[in-house]
């Protein structure tokens, strides 16, 4: 995937919390082994999480650092079940304040992918 990426207004969202779908412009840095649907999934969790946990539904730039081939969390409760999996960390400005979120996901045998995205806090990883 390319290092830069601009999910751009073509990013429909579909429903947040409960809310209509929205189109939002989010800019996004760094590399990532998500396809762009995985992508559009995880900032909408991301995006419902922030919302229900800050009252902020404003994502404005995500940062990307994949982990390492083989990398696996200590903690099992960041983990992903599937066979292929691969973990990242995100830094989200939400709001106007970055958060850090450890993102795993994973293909699903019956097809799609099993995928989470669980707030970390600052210089901790899994």
């Known amino acids: 995937m390319k290092p830069s990426r601009l999910l751009a207004a073509a990013l429909t969202l579909a429903a947040i919390g409960g809310q209509s779908a929205q189109a939002m412009d989010v800019r996004f ?3 990532t ?3 762009g649907k995985l ?5 909408s969790t991301i995006t419902g999480y922030t919302k229900q946990r ?3 539904s404003f994502i404005f730039s ?3 650092a994949m982990q390492p081939a083989g990398y ?9 079940a599937s066979v292929q999996r691969s973990y990242e960390r995100w830094v989200v400005n939400a709001c106007g304040k970055k958060r850090a979120f450890f993102v795993a996901f994973g293909n699903n045998p019956r097809g799609g992918a099993d995928y989470k995205a669980q707030e970390i ?6």
């Open 39 to 43: 992508m559009a999934d995880l900032l």
């Open 121 to 126: 806090p600052n210089g901790v990883m899994p």
């Open 29 to 31: 840095t760094g590399k």
């Open 62 to 64: 995500i940062d990307s």
């Open 72 to 80: 696996e969390p200590r903690n099992p409760a960041y983990r992903v």
């Open 54 to 56: 800050y009252q902020c």
């Open 33 to 35: 082994r998500a396809s």
